[in-house]
């Protein structure tokens, strides 16, 4: 999943990066409304997480425009202090929730999983493939009712070729949506993390469900789908 935290504090925008993705969530940071104005026009997120007090904009005036770019996009808001009447006006400009600084992240953690479980806002939260099931809610992964674990990268391309199951995906379309970086043809980062998840995933199971697809890239397949050209 991928989560925007707009936050202008630097200590607690540096936190709670790492605290998402110790959570297998894909981050992507704003410190002011222009930034997180021109995020929120030009990427899809599962989630938002939104500083009223962000510099160069009101923040219900930020608020406003998050929710007007992502119709359904599940937003909490950060707040320091806050009268009934504001409360009110937050929620009724979009908000799903409200969380009070200064707060333990473990509360915020569970307050994100609870708008994404609310309202149906995304219903892929789990994604199926045969016996292999991702939660993208709890960050669990199963293949024929054996736990498998993954590393927060590992659990992302996991995650991204299961939502684009069927498809070949190229190499630099991974980088770019998994590692969030302009692609380099020198490294062989995607390589190593699919002969990670091949060992985790698909080593112990007779039906290979990762498959390379030569001179382009990768592809998740159910053994009953068409495959097409791949090894």
Partial sequence: MRILVAVSDLPLRISLDREFRAENYAVDLAS??????????DRHYDAAILDLHLPKKLGLELLRSVR???EQLPILVLATRC????????LDLGADDLVFK??????????????????GHYPE?????????????????KRGGR???????????????????GERVTR??????VWNIPFDTMTNVVDV?????????????????IQTVRGVGYRLQASGARAGTAA
């Fill in 147 to 165: 736990k498998i674990k993954l590393t927060p990268k590992e659990f992302a391309l996991l995650e991204y070729l299961m939502r684009n199951s």
């Fill in 193 to 209: 993390y699919i002969n990670y998840l091949r060992k985790k995933v698909d080593a112990p199971c007779e039906h290979k469900l």
């Fill in 32 to 41: 002011d409304a222009v930034e997180v104005k021109s995020l929120a026009r």
């Fill in 83 to 90: 009268s009934a009447e504001e409360r009110v006006q937050v």
């Fill in 68 to 70: 007007a770019a992502q």
């Fill in 125 to 141: 939260t789990v994604l199926r493939v045969e016996d292999l099931e991702l939660s993208r809610i709890e960050h669990s992964v």
């Fill in 172 to 177: 630099t379309e991974i980088i770019q949506h």
């Fill in 102 to 119: 200064p707060f333990v992240f473990a509360e915020l953690s569970a307050r994100v999983r609870a708008v994404l479980r609310r309202g």
